[in-house]
């Protein structure tokens, strides 16, 4: 549904000028929540105001839909962006215009009949739970409310994809979550393609079928949700996950206090009906291996279960080894960390 | 009181010159915002734009806005009297003030209404970008109805302002309030003319600011 081909920005002049992205390729499928994650001044405003050309990219294409919108003149750039909705971190809704004038602002602009707006803007209103709101400012409302508001009038021109720029970052924890799900209705609903960009792992965990890590301007890990936060392979990606469970000092502080010649720290991580099952309590009673918990997780990812625990094992080494053999003959995925 | 002699007022002259006041104020400021407008969003636009073509044009148009500011409005009305007589075919009267009013005060209010739309949130006019806006719907459509407040506090000062440049333009014979404090009251020295031409406009600014404040107060959403 989007595809970014070879995708670079630089900004300022060809003397002096900061690459803000560099030769990005991206695809996401139809149907799709696909997340960007990264620090502030990674790139992610860049690449998500790249998709519907609110930034010309210096080089590269931008596919939405099967159309390549680089190559399009301004009148049917216009056209193709009805068809991409966009929110936004402040929300940028019209102080002027009501609730209702809001939602109805871009069937405004390609003159649809006032019965079909009216029509339209009622289902929407019901949509995002603010019926009884409609004739208020935005001024009037909160920032939760604000954002549906934004979300309504992103979905008034039935768009094929959904962009949101850090749409929830200013909002309180709750509101937050209720955004989310509110996200995670429409996803379904119309089975709409969003792509979100953040920078907190808690938002991509919630939603996210897959995730891009992007880091000074190129992306440097890519996969599904469970694979990326369960086993992340770059630096960047682990702070970002340690920051979400426990701290990383809390880790190493763990890992050094067991420290004796007797054991052995694995981490252990249960995907889905695992999760529940209490493999690791038969597989220890049979070997006889005796453990610690340094640290641990019981969690979702979107709606699959999961459990991340950092085990200490202690015992004789080959019963130790057998534990873990025996953990992996259950698909258990074990990590050696010593 | 103060040895006043208000009998003296020749109360028919001084209400022609209050309606000619308002006539020269009403069609010089309908003028000017016709005028100035579509200027000021001009100057906005072509300002931030990406091409070059257009940024050219802003300081082109920069220029002569800042040269026609920077004249003392009595200048320009002599300087215009030349061109007066070729719109109207007189130099004076109330017809004639109307050039030099508004150009004088055009360029003055296109700065206001750009500065008006300087305000309006760049983050709203992304998303109507992003919703596939046109420049000209941008303007109508979110530039205009969010800088209203802006808008009418800049008609407010843009009228009272007007309100002294035709006390000016009635001293070359353009009639008026201004006009008729000046020549009895400095010519004649008849104070009790001046004093009620001048309480006159005073009232009028008061009551037009009055206005003013009211809209804004009304328009204001945050
Ligand atoms: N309009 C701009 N002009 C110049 N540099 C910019 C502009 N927008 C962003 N940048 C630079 O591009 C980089 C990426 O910015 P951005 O995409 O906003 O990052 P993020 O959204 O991840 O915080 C930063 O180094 C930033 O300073
Ligand atoms: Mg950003």
New binding site residues.
């Given amino acids: 549904m989007i595809e970014l081909k070879q995708l670079t920005k630089k900004?300022?002049t060809k003397k002096k000028s900061?690459t803000?992205l560099s030769e990005i390729d991206l695809q996401v499928g139809k149907g799709e929540i696909f997340g960007v994650i990264?620090?502030?001044?990674?790139?992610?405003?860049?690449?998500i105001r790249c998709i519907n050309l609110l930034e010309r990219p210096t080089s590269g294409e931008v596919w939405v839909n099967g159309v390549n919108l680089t190559a399009l003149g301004k009148g049917d750039l216009q056209k193709h962006r009805r068809k991409i909705g966009m929110i936004f971190q402040h929300f940028n809704l019209l102080s002027s215009a009501t609730v209702y004038d809001n939602i109805a602002f871009p069937l405004t602009l390609t003159n649809t009949p006032k019965a079909d707006i009216k029509k339209k803007v009622s289902d929407l209103l019901a949509l995002v739970g603010l019926e009884d709101h409609k004739n208020k400012y935005p001024a009037q409302l909160s920032g939760g409310q604000k954002q549906r508001v934004g979300i309504a009038r992103a979905l008034a021109s039935d768009p094929d994809v959904l962009l949101c720029d850090e749409a929830t970052s200013a909002l309180d924890p709750q509101t937050t979550d209720s955004i989310l799900r509110l996200l995670l209705d429409i996803n379904k609903k119309f089975n709409l393609t969003i792509m979100l960009?953040t920078h907190e792992m808690h938002v991509i965990q919630s939603v996210c079928d897959r995730v891009a890590v992007?880091h000074a301007?190129g992306i440097v890990e890519e996969g599904p949700v469970t694979e990326v936060f369960l086993k992340p392979k770059h630096q960047v990606t682990r702070e970002f996950i340690n920051r979400e469970t426990t701290g990383a000092d809390a880790l190493k502080l763990a890992l050094s206090t067991t420290n004796s010649e007797s054991s052995k720290q694995v981490k252990i991580t249960f995907l889905g009906a695992q999760t529940y099952d209490s493999l690791l309590s038969q597989i220890v009673r049979e070997t006889g291996v005796n453990f610690a918990i340094l640290q641990g997780t019981i969690s979702t990812i979107k709606d699959m279960p999961y459990g991340q625990l950092l085990v200490s094992f202690e015992g004789e080494a080959s019963n130790i080894n057998r534990t873990i053999t025996l953990l992996k003959e259950r698909n258990l995925d074990v990590e050696v960390m010593n | 009181m103060w040895g006043l002699d208000f009998s003296m007022v020749d109360w028919e002259e001084m209400s022609q010159a209050a309606i000619d006041t308002l006539k020269m104020l009403g069609a010089s400021a309908l003028l000017t915002f016709i005028i100035g407008l579509p200027l000021g969003v001009l100057l906005f636009i072509t300002a931030r734009s990406n091409s070059a073509l257009l940024r050219f044009i802003y300081r082109i148009l920069s220029f002569i806005v800042n040269i026609l500011r920077s004249v003392p409005f009595v200048i320009l009305i002599v300087a215009l009297i030349p061109i007066t007589r070729a719109i109207f075919g007189v130099s004076i009267g109330v017809e004639g003030t109307i050039p030099p009013l508004v150009i004088g005060a055009a360029p003055f209010f296109a700065r206001l209404v750009e500065t008006a739309l300087r305000e309006v949130d760049r983050g709203v006019i992304e998303a109507a970008t992003s919703m596939g806006a046109s420049t000209f719907q941008i303007i109508r459509k979110v530039l205009l109805p969010e800088s209203m407040p802006g808008l009418i506090a800049g008609m407010t000062i843009t009228v009272v302002t007007l309100v002294s440049y035709t006390a000016m333009a009635g001293m070359v014979g353009g009639g008026g309030l201004g006009d008729l404090a000046i020549r009895y009251g400095y010519q004649r020295y008849e104070k009790e003319v001046m004093i009620v031409a001048v309480i006159l406009m005073i009232v009028l600014v008061q009551l037009l600011q009055m206005i003013g404040d009211r809209l804004v107060a009304h328009f204001t959403r945050k």
């Fill in positions: 900004y300022g900061t803000a990264g620090h502030s001044g990674a790139g992610k405003s860049t690449l960009i992007i301007g």
